[in-house]
């Protein structure tokens, strides 16, 4: 039986040797480079929101989803 860390760090390998498959095709790396940022925070949110400055395609998307 194969312990539980072992497990775990099967998962790592296999994890990061997947992200190194993605990063190597162009379309992939985009969404990897993306998560890799730093996270928008509420208050970012909040002022880009507050300031309207929403295009219309934008907004309607918004409005869309929320219906």
């Known amino acids: 039986m194969i312990q539980k860390g072992r497990i775990q760090d099967i998962k790592a390998r296999l994890g ?13 790396s985009q969404y990897i480079r993306s998560m890799d940022r730093r996270p928008i925070s509420i208050q970012d949110t909040f002022l ?4 309207g400055v929403l295009k219309g395609d934008t907004e309607s998307e918004i409005i869309a989803a929320q219906d």
Do not use: A, D, F, I
Request: with cysteine; proline share 0%.
């Open 48 to 51: 880009w929101l507050k300031r």
């Open 16 to 28: 990061e040797s997947l992200k190194k498959k993605w990063e190597s095709k162009v379309m992939c």
